[in-house]
């Protein structure tokens, strides 16, 4: 257990519609990634927030966006779902020990399928 | 274009083989990861390589840095059922985390 934790586990949706997906993470961690993991394009990084603000942004689609609230939980928004965007979302936080190096600390994944 | 390309793409062995999988680029990291994935949950962190040659190991896995830091290998020695899943390497560019194709490892017992 990585002590971050996502919800749902599963999502069915058709196209057309928008989702939301949920993310917590693990005690302390100001930073969280999310990441959209296909069979064809493997683990592709979406964006990143730390401390509630955006602080990097990936291959994320227009129709995709995300915050972080202030309690530093996160969530993803998918709209005008398409067919392509069956995949597995990630969410990920990080911590950099003092002198290492940033580790990042998945959730289970939430798994779309649109139909 | 693949920021990291991993090969083999698919690895199938028996158990008690040896392996070596590779990650590479074109471009140079300053550090470089390597993550496990199993079916249904998400990668989890195996090591960190920082300088050029280091060697890293976990047990019966060897992880390499190249002198150029562009490349990396792991390495399983008598590869286990429980080391089956999907290996992928992962590199820090500063403002985000790339992540190379993967190399899917399945162990038959």
């Known amino acids: 257990d990585s002590g971050v934790t996502q919800t749902p586990k599963h999502l069915i949706t058709a196209t057309g519609q928008r989702v939301t997906l949920r993310c917590s993470p693990r005690s302390g961690d100001l930073s969280v990634y999310w990441y959209q993991q296909s069979l064809d394009q493997g683990l592709q990084f979406l964006i990143q927030?730390?401390?509630?603000?955006?602080?990097a942004k990936g291959n994320i689609l227009e129709r995709f966006s995300a915050q972080q609230f202030p309690d530093l939980h996160s969530e993803l928004n998918l709209s005008s779902l398409e067919l392509g965007d069956s995949a597995l979302y990630f969410c990920a936080s990080s911590v950099t020990p003092r002198g290492g190096h940033e580790t990042q600390y998945f959730g289970p994944g939430t798994r779309l399928l649109v139909l | 274009t693949q920021l990291l390309e991993q090969s083999p793409q698919f690895l199938s062995i028996q158990e008690g083989e040896n392996l070596t999988v590779y990650c590479n680029s074109s471009s140079v990291f300053s550090s470089l990861q390597w993550y496990r994935q199993e079916p249904g949950e998400g990668p989890v962190l195996l090591v960190t390589?920082?300088?050029?040659?280091e060697v890293k190991k976990l047990k019966r896995l060897t992880f390499q840095f190249g002198d150029a830091r562009k490349d990396s290998s792991l390495h399983i020695t008598a590869a286990q059922p429980g080391d089956t899943g999907l290996y992928l390497c992962?590199?820090?560019?500063?403002?985000?985390?790339?992540f190379g194709t993967g190399t899917s490892l399945t162990v038959i017992p």
């Open positions: 390589v920082v300088t050029g040659g």
């Open positions: 927030y730390y401390n509630g603000e955006e602080r």
């Open positions: 992962a590199a820090n560019t500063g403002n985000q985390f790339y």
